[in-house]
């Protein structure tokens, strides 16, 4: 079947506009989680979604990131007023529930580039 | 909390020569432990896990790794790398019964020469 997909695949953008990255999870997953992953670096979480759920947002750098999930479908990322940090790939993964167990299927990632 | 480190970040290696990607980690509880491949432009995909029971795990491509609970570490072993093994290898582990999150090390970059 169809694995995670993520949009769009490269985005440039200038510093201060507002980027929305999107992910379609695999059908049936229950679990959808984002995460940044810096040039050289490992994994940073961000933030998870049990449904359309998401009970920690702890892991979000700033107030200028936020994420919905409609139902148990695709997810948005969305960066305001971006800045060069937040230049990296930005990857979504979905598991069919929400255990420690469970393996992440990963989408292709974006690539964000702020100018 | 648990914690990752993968001690090299980088590790050259002629082909059909083995090759050791070392992991280990630290956690207060017990522990699954996985290992993830990312090749070129794509996504990270499993490569294997250890959940419970036997502590050697194997893929379909020939590696394998070992958890060892004494050395909190869980190396990523292949006898014989081909080219087409040449990738990023993330570690992560998550807490049995805690977080639902795993914590990822920062990756090792496997480079498999002709």
């Known amino acids: 079947g169809a694995g995670v997909s993520q949009s769009p695949s490269n985005k440039v953008t200038e510093k201060g506009k507002d980027v929305e990255l999107r992910c379609d999870p695999i059908?049936?997953?229950?679990?959808l989680y984002w995460y940044r992953q810096r040039l050289g670096q490992g994994l940073e979480f961000l933030i998870y979604?049990?449904?359309?759920?998401?009970?920690?947002k702890s892991g979000l750098p700033s107030d200028r990131f936020s994420a919905e999930r409609t139902g148990e479908s695709v997810s948005t990322l969305t960066i305001q007023r971006t800045q060069q940090e937040d230049s990296a790939v930005y990857l979504c993964?979905?598991?069919?529930?929400?255990?420690?167990?469970?393996?992440?299927?990963f989408g292709p990632g974006t690539r964000l580039l702020v100018l | 909390a648990q914690s990752v480190t993968q001690l090299d970040s980088q590790v050259p290696v002629f082909e059909e020569a083995p090759v050791e990607l070392r992991c280990n980690y630290s956690?207060?509880?017990?522990?699954?432990l996985f290992w993830y491949v990312q090749y070129p432009n794509q996504g990270l995909q499993l490569l294997l896990k250890?959940?419970?029971?036997?502590?050697l795990v194997e893929s379909i491509n020939g590696f394998e790794a070992e958890f060892n609970k004494s050395q909190t570490s869980f190396h990523l072993r292949k006898p014989s790398v081909h080219i087409s093994d040449t990738a990023e290898y993330f570690c992560a582990v998550s807490a049995a019964g805690g977080s639902y999150i795993p914590t990822f090390g920062r990756g090792t970059s496997l480079i498999v020469h002709p």
């Open positions: 993964a979905s598991s069919p529930r929400l255990a420690a167990r469970e393996t992440q299927y």
């Open positions: 250890y959940l419970s029971g036997s502590t």
């Open positions: 979604f049990q449904g359309n759920s998401a009970p920690d």
């Open positions: 956690s207060s509880v017990s522990v699954y």
């Open positions: 059908s049936g997953h229950t679990a």
